[in-house]
C-alpha cells in the first residue's frame, strides 16, 4: 500500500498580523467540506489527539454560530466559540474563533477548500487578528500540536471510508 | 444653548491592516450601546442621509446574526451582512461585515464603549482585514461619509431624548 505523507504548512506574514495553514487531502473539497460542517464528523478530527471535543452549540449555516469545549480524560480543560459568518458549500468558510480562557481575544478565519487534479483538496486556512502580539502569542501557544494532530485524524478518517 | 460638535477620528494604522473610528457621544455607554443592538434604533441613525436603512436579519446576541439594506427613493441600492461574534452588554460588541457587492470581503469589527466623565461615552470601532488592498480599498470607498453622518443622526436622537 503506498501511502501520502502531506505535510501543513503554518505560515506567518511578516507585514501582516495573519496565520496561513495550508494542507492537501485525498479527498474531493465537498469531503473536505462537509468534515469542517457536520458536527459527527468535526468532532471526531477536530484538535489534539489528548483531547475530546464535545460540540455544544452547532449550525454551520451562514449567520449561524457553534461553541465547543475540549476534555481531558472526561474534565473540560478548554472551551471555544464563534460564529459562522458566511458559508459556502464545498468552496469556502469564515468564521470567528474565541478561546474563552482569553474573552476579548477574537480571530476571523478563511477556509477555502480548492480541488485539485486526482481527487485532491487543498485546504487554506487565513486567520486573521488586529495586532501581532495576539497574532504571536497564538503562534506561541502549542496550536500547531493540535493542528497537524487533528489533519493527521481527518486523513484517517478519509482513508477508512468514512466520508463515502 | 450650548452645543459640543463632536469630531469623528478615523485612523489607518501603517503597519496593520486596520481601520480605527473613536467617537464621542453626550450619552451613557448604555445608550450608546442600545443604539447598536435595538433594530429600531438602529435603522433610525445607520449611514448617510441619502439614504435610508432596512433591515432583513436582526438578533444582537452573542452567536446571532445582522443583514440590511440600503434604499435611495425605495430603491435597494447596496446591502451588507454580518454576524454578533459577542454582544457584551454596554460594553462591547464583536461583528463581522460584509458588503454583498464584494462577496469575498469581510471585516471584524470590535466596538467598545467607555464611559467618560459627565455622562458621556467614547466610542472606539476597530476593524480589522486581512489585507491592505481591502484596507485601503474601504478606506477610499467615501465609507467616512456614511459614519459621520450617520454619527450626527445618532447625536441628534440623544438630543431629542430619544433613548431616554
Request: proline letters at 4%; hydrophobic letters at 40%; zero cysteines.
Amino acid at each position: 500500500m503506498t501511502s501520502t505523507r502531506h505535510e501543513t504548512e503554518i505560515t506567518a506574514e511578516e507585514k501582516v498580523p495573519t496565520i496561513e495553514i495550508v494542507r492537501e487531502f485525498d479527498a474531493a473539497a465537498e469531503q473536505v467540506f462537509r468534515a469542517h460542517v457536520d458536527p459527527e464528523l468535526y468532532t471526531q478530527w477536530v484538535g489534539p489527539r489528548s483531547l475530546t471535543t464535545r460540540i455544544t452549540r452547532w449550525d454551520a449555516r451562514t449567520g449561524g454560530a457553534w461553541a465547543f469545549a475540549n476534555d481531558r480524560d472526561g474534565v473540560q480543560i478548554a472551551s471555544f466559540y464563534g460564529s459562522f459568518h458566511q458559508v459556502r458549500p464545498h468552496e469556502r468558510i469564515v468564521r470567528t474563533f474565541t478561546y474563552e480562557g482569553q474573552p476579548d481575544g477574537v480571530a476571523l478565519e478563511t477556509l477555502t477548500f480548492v480541488e485539485l487534479p486526482g481527487g485532491r483538496t487543498r485546504l487554506r486556512v487565513l486567520g486573521v487578528v488586529s495586532d501581532f502580539q495576539t497574532r504571536d502569542g497564538i503562534l506561541s501557544s502549542g496550536m500547531e500540536v493540535g493542528v497537524n494532530e487533528g489533519f493527521d485524524k481527518l486523513d484517517e478518517l478519509f482513508a477508512a471510508g468514512a466520508l463515502r
